[in-house]
């Protein structure tokens, strides 16, 4: 909300010295947030002329100019830049005569825009200043004449500065306003706000107009079928002026103003109608009266209606909207726009004004759902004074009698609500209470007294009070218990840092995601947030993890019904598609060595009986039921890990060469992730649409059993690898790229809750050699597997170190090389024993895959 001063101070006198940073400060200390300081950006000598001369001169472009002499200053006088007090001026404007008293610039101002006034040669004269028009001064849009002083009812000295007179020595300030103080959305509500904080005394500009009753005009408010309990309009004023003159303009203050509050003119009769809203906080309407077919009723939309509105567009109608309607139909969009078939226009001579009480939801749903904003909107949507319509209307009356030469008239209607304020009951100890000050029973009541309550004593310590018409905000004693602190001043509150409850900390899942977290980065990974909105191409592209394989159906995913960016209105299935978009702007950007990885949620599509195009009422609290159903219907968002690796490894350096990132380096930081929650994972040849087909790791943890004695299942929990090399050069890479990606919610939930160190044993270890050969399909991870099995409990640690296929090898088969270590927890052992073992292992993989020793 933007308050010009000058306005302000009608309401409430300002102090002799009152700058608009004071201003903003004694409005900031009874809650309001202070945003900018609007100004004219004009500056300069701009005085009033008058024309002694008018001299028409044709040019050879075919346009007439008129050289002129005007007089800037009283005769014999110095002109406010020092100069003569008569000059020469070319002017390309024809609407003033010889003697007209207008606004010129002299040489020094400078116009919005940083544009200079200077004396320069043009139409072969020397052109010593310029008569302004309304656009070059910001004043308005009219730029094919200049201001003529006398039209607009002006008469100053020769000589006098213009801008007083125009109303531009003004300023406004720019406040920042909560929902739920719409009332402040006025001048009214900033003025008495302003009053609370610096004591001066406020004068409440609804006070100062004398309501007439006016009768005879038929309105009707009908709503048959109230929108989930709520009516559409609780009341309705209609007044009638006639006889204006629609050639009137918008006097300069007026219009100055509205500039600086943030409202164009348009015209005089639109103009007013903005300047009562400011005012007063009542949106207002205008109804050419000559266009109006028979009275006007406030009903919902039919269906199938529609609505020109003022901004030329064709609206379709929904049931919920509140429409205006007179006997040829919808003629407004209620609280929000007018209709251009009862337009006030050039021709009009007969008003009808439209002061209504409406329901503030409804507003604000009609609004958002035609995306039509409007200063009216705003208001009602925020809560409207329901008790200021009948000033408001009777404030324009008043302001087109005087101002548009208008006559007022009896014909109108008057439907007002009574009102009966609702009680809110304030324990006097809560105040201090939920504050923690040690404000006084006096200070309590004369805040609350101070806002416009009326207070009355309750029992038990109590106050009874009834907030004013203007503040629906206050339904509680909580907003009571707000006002009283924001009133007497918040620097009553003391200051105790709060002490955290002994017992909580992290949960086990918060400790091992940063375990995790903390891990990968001393491994060597830096961490990115990416967006979670996607294509459906990435989705396709990507898949929805480790359970998606193979290529074929779309992608299931959730839609969003109103993307910031129609392109990427899918929410993500896999963390990839970020990262490598990170790696794309890190490449274009030079960086070719990369190593990323982001924690993040992905969002799995669930089933809801509500369906997908369910709204839940806004204006109640939904059910239980619909609660349940609401709950049941959002997403799972499982947490995930990925990573991606792309350029060198290792960078090349005296002695050693680079290497480039692999697959290998993804299954290190997978077994990074997992040592950190120590969790132990299984790594088997997989598949996966978005991986290289032969460099896929299936990444698994074992799932215990309740049967005794069985060792359980492998789940499934991520995938590691490298990317497709298609995939790779279509998001213009280079080179390989590793990636990997991990359930890590599932992984949490997998991993041991109480993991045991392995004992370290005193005793020496006794290290053999494998060489097995077996079928090159057989996955080397299987071989090892059962190979560990078979060996038993001496078995301390094997891992596979080569993987040979060539010379010596017969054609379809490989020979995979084991380095295994024995010990026993309570003696030396025996090569005899440590072979013993090696061999058991070796007859569990001949049993299994037909395996045999390398000779």
Not at 349 to 366: C, G, K, Q, Y
Not at 571 to 584: E, F, K, Y
Not at 699 to 718: H, K, P, Q, T, W
Request: glycine letters at 10%.
């Amino acid at each position: 909300m933007r308050i010009p001063l000058s306005w302000l101070n009608e309401f409430v006198a300002l102090p002799e010295g009152t700058t608009p940073e004071s201003v903003h400060a004694d409005l900031v200390r009874v809650g309001f947030e202070e945003e900018d300081i609007r100004r004219f950006d004009l500056s300069g000598p701009l005085v009033v002329g008058q024309v002694l001369s008018r001299e028409p001169e044709p040019q050879s472009n075919g346009k007439t100019i008129n050289w002129c002499q005007v007089r800037v200053a009283p005769e014999g006088r110095q002109a406010a830049d020092g100069g003569a007090d008569v000059r020469g001026i070319v002017c390309g404007a024809h609407n003033f005569e010889v003697g007209d008293k207008v606004v010129v610039t002299l040489p020094g101002s400078v116009l919005p825009g940083g544009f200079e006034i200077a004396a320069r040669k043009t139409y072969g004269h020397v052109s010593d200043g310029m008569m302004a028009s309304a656009r070059e001064l910001s004043l308005g849009e009219d730029h094919d004449g200049i201001i003529v002083l006398s039209r607009l009812g002006l008469d100053p000295e020769v000589g006098a500065f213009a801008l007083p007179l125009l109303g531009m020595d003004d300023s406004a300030v720019e406040i920042n306003v909560t929902p739920d103080r719409g009332y402040a959305f006025s001048i009214r509500g900033v003025a008495r706000e302003y009053g609370h904080s610096t004591g001066r005394d406020f004068t409440d500009p609804a006070g100062l107009v004398t309501p007439a009753t006016p009768e005879g005009f038929p309105v009707a408010l009908e709503d048959a079928q109230p929108i989930r309990g709520r009516v559409g309009a609780t009341g309705f004023v209609a007044r009638v002026v006639t006889g204006i003159d629609p050639s009137r303009p918008t006097p300069p203050w007026m219009v100055a103003r509205l500039q600086l509050a943030g409202i164009r003119s348009l015209s005089l009769a639109v103009d007013i109608s903005n300047y009562v809203m400011l005012e007063l906080g009542q949106p207002l309407h205008a109804y050419d009266l000559a266009k109006l077919d028979g009275g006007i009723t406030v009903r919902r939309a039919q269906s199938g209606e529609t609505l020109v509105t003022l901004d030329g567009k064709e609206r379709a109608l929904d049931p919920e909207d509140l429409l205006i309607v007179d006997g040829s139909g919808p003629i407004g969009l209620a609280g929000v726009m007018g209709g251009a078939s009862t337009e006030v226009g050039e021709s009009t001579v007969d008003v009808l004004i439209e002061a209504a009480a409406f329901d503030p939801v409804s507003i604000a749903r009609t609004s958002r759902r035609h995306k039509l904003p409007s200063e009216a909107s705003k208001r009602f949507e925020r809560g409207v004074d329901p008790l200021v319509a009948r000033a408001a209307a009777q404030r324009m009356v008043d302001l087109l009698v005087e101002l548009a030469g208008g006559t007022e008239s009896a014909l109108g209607a008057e439907i007002v609500e009574p009102r009966e304020p609702q009680q809110v009951s304030l324990p006097i100890a809560r105040v201090n209470g939920l504050t923690g000050a040690d404000y006084t029973e006096a200070e309590i009541r004369s805040a609350i007294a101070m806002i416009g309550c009326e207070v009355a004593d309750g029992a038990d310590g109590e106050l009874l009070v009834a907030p004013p018409s203007w503040r629906s905000d206050l339904s509680r004693a909580a907003d009571l218990v707000e006002e009283v602190a924001r009133i007497v001043g918040y620097d009553r509150i003391p200051t105790v840092l709060p002490v955290a409850p002994a017992g909580r900390g992290l949960t086990r899942e918060q400790r091992l995601r940063r375990r995790a977290a903390n891990s990968i980065a001393a491994a060597g990974l830096d961490e990115v947030q990416s967006y979670p909105f996607v294509s459906r191409a990435q989705l396709d592209a990507f898949g929805a993890g480790a359970e998606e394989g193979e290529p074929g159906e779309q992608v299931a995913a959730i839609r969003l019904a109103n993307a910031l960016d129609s392109e990427h209105s899918f929410m993500r299935r896999s963390l990839l598609p970020g990262l490598v978009g990170a790696a794309q702007r890190n490449v274009s950007r030079g960086v070719t060595d990369l190593a990323l990885v982001e924690f993040g949620s992905v969002f799995v599509p669930a089933e809801s009986r509500l369906g997908t195009d369910f709204v839940p009422p806004l204006a109640e609290l939904p059910n239980d039921e619909v609660l349940a159903e609401l709950n049941e219907s959002i997403p799972d968002q499982p947490r995930r890990a990925a990573g991606l690796l792309l350029g060198d490894a290792v960078a090349k350096q005296p002695g050693t060469p680079e290497r480039e990132a692999d697959w290998a380096d993804a299954l290190d930081a997978v077994r990074a992730i997992a040592a950190a929650v120590s969790a132990e994972i299984v790594v088997a040849q997989g598949s996966h649409r978005a991986f290289h087909p032969g460099r896929t790791a299936e990444i698994s943890v074992r799932v215990a059993n309740d049967v005794e004695g069985d060792e359980g299942g492998l789940e499934v929990i991520g995938v590691a690898g490298e990317l497709l090399p298609e995939l790779v050069q279509g998001h213009h890479l280079p080179g390989r790229v590793a990636a990997f990606e991990l359930d890590l919610e599932r992984l949490i939930e997998l991993a041991p809750r109480e993991p045991q160190p392995a004992p370290l044993s005193s005793y020496p270890a006794a290290t053999q050699d494998l060489t097995l050969v077996v079928s090159a399909d057989i996955p080397a991870g299987d071989v090892l597997a059962v190979v560990v099995a078979g060996a038993g409990e001496l078995l301390e640690s094997a891992r596979i170190v080569d993987d040979y296929r060539g010379q010596g090898i017969v054609e379809g088969e490989k020979a995979l090389t084991f380095a295994l270590r024995f010990r026993a927890a309570d003696r030396t052992l025996k090569a005899e024993e440590a072979s013993e073992a090696k061999l058991a292992g070796v007859a569990a993989a001949e049993t299994a895959f037909d395996a045999h020793l390398r000779e």
